[in-house]
């Protein structure tokens, strides 16, 4: 049966200053289809999203949903349309409670003569939560209270709850561990057996076509086309998404290389109370060192932990000329890189241009005599941003300004920059393109090979296989299980230690 066309748009249009971000997009959608979007970093997906959900203002174009041209002017009104969002950053308030957040916007049926009827609206909040299985959220806590992950699973609540026709996930997986991707896979199953609709932005393309009806691609701005799901294969997808052949090589290909290089970092007996139950080991030398394990198994914190970064810690963190690293001050000036998995929040400032982010931790390197050169700074930051492939008008544009994938790439151009010996890298390679996911990968195994020591702390399971000489596997604060590299080695080994 043919099914009814839910969304048309038409002539879509946006332009930031000199660059085209959307660039006349027309394309529709069926009610009761999953729709993916994909594209290199930068492409216009997440633009293209934020107009449809009042985000954005409509550079040009319209957008008609049920047949009815649509008028939104901010978030409000396209909830009030019928259209939701799942954003890729963060998506909720800090300084309100959970209830709050996911009623913002809408507590007129919790206002009674102008005052607010509090615990009646943190009632009915945890109902919701307890019925998305996310129980443990307490409604009436503060949003700061809670993690990256879980302040996404408040999101998908407030996106979900009031059951809209369209729901726009926006390269939300990569922020979830494997059962919060899981709950979210059930939900847009439910939106679409409900005769809804999702458009599902990702960058894995396995979870593309394993969750999605159809496929749109946009490049440079500009709509492409739109296959079907099972028609299609990963690398068709890649070459309508850069438009030629991208060549296969992708993770490590060695396999039996000893590790044989020195302790660089020895970590002994760290515990942080409530995230890590009393964890020891040693990195090396000329080794990339996987962290993988459930929500909640503490491996983030791990990071953390290492870069001085954590509240509260026990135990030592100690580099192998003796020195402890309890700070992250000396963490940096011994040459520790770390790039958190809460990119806007801990890796990066946003309110600042592209080259400050870029030569912070290198300043001291980049003076001369303790001068710092304007045009040495400029030149540095370019090198390093180009060498990440960063899609930028310059380095003086502000980070915030960046596409979702485009900021991961500052966050490690400032780091591959300054060298550093020991790089504590979580969720690396977060919401990037496979194009340029190659590049790091190939980078990494780069750096190894030249003595350097890598921590690769990664929710994606392939990727810890891929890339690491071993694994260590956390549950409940603790490690519960190390592989070494092995062909033999399949992602069910690793899941039977993390559940
Ligand atoms: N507020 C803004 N000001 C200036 N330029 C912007 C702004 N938002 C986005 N852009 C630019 O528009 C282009 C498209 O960005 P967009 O975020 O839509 O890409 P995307 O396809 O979602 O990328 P990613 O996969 O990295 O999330 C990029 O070049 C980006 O730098």
Redo the contacts with the bound molecule.
């Keep these: 049966m043919e099914k009814r066309t839910l969304l048309v748009a038409e002539g879509i249009d946006k332009r930031?200053?000199i660059?085209h971000?959307v660039n006349n997009v027309s394309l529709e959608i069926a009610a009761g289809e999953i729709r993916g979007l994909i594209?290199e970093?930068?492409?216009?997906?997440?633009?293209?999203c934020q107009m449809l959900c009042g985000i954005y203002s409509i550079g040009g174009g319209t957008f008609t949903l049920d047949g009815e041209q649509l008028h939104i002017r901010n978030q409000v009104d396209a909830n009030n349309a019928g259209i939701s969002i799942i954003v890729?950053e963060m998506g909720t308030l800090s300084g309100l409670t959970v209830a709050e957040n996911i009623y913002l916007g809408h507590e007129e049926p919790f206002v009674h003569m102008g005052v607010k009827d509090s615990r009646a609206m943190n009632r009915e909040a945890q109902e919701l939560l307890d019925s998305y299985g996310f129980g443990r959220i307490k409604a009436g806590a503060m949003i700061d209270h809670y993690n990256f992950e879980d302040r996404k699973l408040v999101e998908i609540v407030k996106a979900t709850y009031m059951k809209p026709k369209i729901l726009v996930i926006d390269?939300t997986t990569t922020a979830l561990s494997q059962n919060g991707r899981l709950e979210l896979y059930k939900i847009m199953d439910a939106v679409r057996a409900d005769g809804r609709t999702v458009i599902f932005i990702s960058?894995d393309l396995g979870e593309v076509l394993a969750h999605t009806d159809t496929v749109s691609v946009?490049r440079d701005?500009e709509f492409i086309g739109t296959v079907n799901s099972q028609d299609v294969t990963e690398d068709d997808l890649k070459r309508l998404m850069v438009g030629r052949e991208i060549g296969t090589a992708y993770y490590r290909t060695d396999y039996g290389q000893e590790i044989d290089g020195e302790a660089v970092l020895s970590v002994e007996n760290v515990t942080v109370p409530g995230e890590l139950n009393d964890i020891s080991f040693v990195l090396h030398r000329g080794e990339i060192l996987g962290f993988g394990g459930l929500s909640e198994c503490g491996m983030h914190e791990v990071g953390k932990a290492i870069f001085g970064a954590s509240w509260d810690r026990g135990g030592t963190v100690r580099l192998a000329d003796g020195t402890e690293i309890n700070d992250i001050p000396t963490a940096i000036k011994h040459s520790i890189a770390y790039a958190s998995k809460d990119r806007d929040n801990e890796s990066i400032i946003l309110n600042e241009s592209i080259r400050n982010n870029i030569v912070l931790p290198s300043l001291d390197d980049l003076a001369t005599h303790g001068l710092l050169n304007g045009w040495k700074l400029n030149r540095f930051a370019d090198e390093q941003a180009k060498n990440m492939q960063t899609?930028?008008q310059n380095v003086g544009q502000f980070v915030s300004?960046?596409?979702?994938?485009?900021k991961q790439k500052v966050v490690l151009a400032r780091w591959l920059g300054k060298g550093s010996d020991i790089l504590v890298l979580d969720s690396p390679t977060r919401?990037i393109?496979v194009k340029v996911k190659q590049a790091i990968y190939a980078l990494m195994a780069e750096l190894r090979e030249q003595g350097k020591a890598i921590i690769m702390i990664s929710e994606e399971i392939p990727e810890l296989l891929g890339m690491a000489d071993r694994i260590f596997i956390m549950k409940d604060g603790r490690i519960n299980g190390e592989f070494t590299r092995s062909p033999e080695l399949g992602e069910e080994d690793l899941i039977a230690k993390m559940v």
């Design positions: 930031f200053g660059t971000a594209g970093n930068g492409s216009g997906k997440s633009t293209f890729q390269e960058h946009l701005g899609k930028m300004d960046l596409s979702g994938g485009n919401g393109d």
